[in-house]
């Protein structure tokens, strides 16, 4: 007897993003990727009215439109190596590479590149991102062996406070309001080596006592960042780097002027497709 296989795509974009994942996280779905501005997820023929009630919910709180959930139906396909197979390293200015665990032997000349292994699951951040590319871009640039302790505000899984580590920086500090992503992130710096170089905390930034942070790195979104650009900009040393993605090309304006009124010099701002990064120093 054939079995089936599916296979649902969800379009999203930065006004949807949270409540299509925190709707997949209550549906009870694990096996998921997100890849160009879509989040896959892969299921057997036993979750398939999963996928149905999952874009029901969806459609009727208006957060998609019918066409942006699609499911593809597969028959006699091995579903789980298929979806491991998709997932391929993402390659940072041929230096870094974030890789799930089973495609480490995929690796091309692995001795000359830094590697971090993320296995993709709920939290965000395995790298297949346009904000976590840019960041870690920057991340590769800018690093230098001045930048001992780093601030990653809004870890997610922890890839860029791993990241940091791997650079050069001694110390990190991690922070998210998330839980989940705090688990992630503590599984993830433990098999990557960097557990005892980070601290995780469930915070937001004006709860943390520590300060004088070399670096601050955040993937997260622009209200946040407007809202806490004076604690960013509190945490830093004078001269400190501030690292910042998550920002839509609509909103460059807003978040430029917001860097510079709050002490910041801009060095130089990024985009990959509709996102923008920016790389500020703050004012000695």
């Excluded at 879509?38 to 208006?62: A, M, R, S, W, Y």
């Amino acid at each position: 007897m054939n079995r089936k296989y599916y296979k649902a795509e969800i379009a999203f974009d930065k006004k949807n993003y949270e409540v299509i994942y925190n709707t997949i996280y209550l549906t009870g779905f694990s096996t998921i990727l997100e890849d160009n501005g879509t989040v896959q997820i892969f299921v057997t023929e036993d979750e398939k009215d999963k996928l149905k009630l999952l874009k029901e919910e969806l459609v009727e709180d208006n957060a998609i439109r019918e066409q942006d959930f699609i499911i593809e139906e597969f028959k006699d396909r091995d579903w789980n190596n298929e979806w491991k197979e998709s997932i391929d390293p993402i390659y940072i200015k041929d230096k870094l590479v974030v890789t799930p665990s089973w495609k480490l032997a995929a690796i091309k000349e692995p001795e000359n590149k830094v590697i971090i292994q993320i296995d993709p699951k709920m939290a965000f951040g395995t790298g297949h991102n346009e904000t976590t590319q840019m960041i870690l871009d920057i991340m590769v640039d800018c690093i230098d062996e001045k930048d001992k302790y780093m601030l990653d505000y809004g870890t997610g899984t922890g890839v860029l406070a791993i990241a940091g580590i791997k650079l050069g920086v001694e110390k990190a500090i991690a922070i998210d309001n998330d839980i989940d992503s705090i688990f992630s992130a503590e599984e993830n710096t433990a098999n990557n080596n960097a557990a005892d170089n980070i601290t995780l905390y469930k915070a937001n930034i004006s709860d943390i006592k520590e300060k004088d942070f070399d670096i601050i790195i955040a993937n997260i979104d622009r209200t946040v960042i407007t809202e806490n650009m004076m604690h960013l900009k509190d945490k830093l040393k004078r001269g400190g780097k501030l690292i910042i993605t998550g920002i839509l090309h609509e909103e460059n304006d807003e978040l430029t002027k917001a860097i510079k009124d709050s002490g910041f010099k801009l060095i130089e701002t990024r985009e990959k497709a509709e996102w923008l990064a920016y790389y500020a120093i703050k004012k000695k």
